[in-house]
């Protein structure tokens, strides 16, 4: 994981001062989990989880309100400031800081979409089948949760159908019995120096 944060770090910011990295794939794909971790190689660097953006009116439509409460602010070397959603209180909170720092992470689905892509230092994609995601993240959430899933399955496919972030992935991360397997991805382009596979936690191939 230190090699991939260190690899990171050394990118030229892409809004402001800010290396803002992507974390992007399927709901129950292990996007939080990865993202946590690779904050903590960081050293402790800002995560912003789109759960916090989103809400239930609105799964997907939600990037004006991200763009003005933390893009805006990020790309003036200002902390940020957003209202995360409560999902069981359903009403936005108090205002929360996000700082601003040499490396912030954005993790959740639709963190590679078109519209935030320009701002995007490197876009991560977590590499897992939506119906075993799917299946993930319904077994976590458990049965009180089964019709909020049932609506979020086909909001997620119009928004893949629409806007895939796949595609634009610099990387995959796959996870493995030993950790993560990072590999490049659609949007990148492997010479014949470049590794593909490191197995020793992850590890970025550029």
Do not use: C, N
């Amino acid at each position: 994981m230190h090699d991939l944060a260190a690899r990171l770090r050394g990118l030229p910011p892409s809004v402001g001062p800010v290396r803002l990295i992507g974390v992007d794939g399927h709901a129950g794909s292990g996007k939080s989990t990865f993202a946590g971790r690779l904050a903590a190689a960081l050293g402790g660097a800002p995560v912003l989880h789109l759960d916090d953006i989103a809400s239930h009116e609105q799964l997907f439509d939600w990037t004006e309100r991200l763009l003005a409460q933390v893009i805006g602010p990020l790309s003036r070397g200002e902390s940020a400031h957003y209202t995360p959603y409560d999902w069981r209180a359903r009403a936005f909170g108090a205002p929360r800081p996000l700082p601003s720092a040499p490396v912030v992470v954005i993790e959740g689905v639709g963190a590679g979409r078109r519209a935030l892509r320009p701002y995007l230092a490197r876009l991560l994609w977590m590499e897992l089948p939506h119906e075993e995601s799917w299946a993930r993240g319904r077994q976590r959430d458990g049965a009180e949760q089964r019709e909020f899933w049932a609506g979020w399955v086909a909001a997620e496919r119009a928004h893949f159908a629409a806007d895939p972030s796949r595609p634009h992935a610099d990387l995959l991360v796959l996870q493995t019995p030993e950790g993560y397997e990072v590999l490049p991805g659609p949007a990148t382009t492997v010479g014949p120096d470049h590794d593909v596979t490191h197995r020793d936690g992850p590890s970025a191939v550029w």
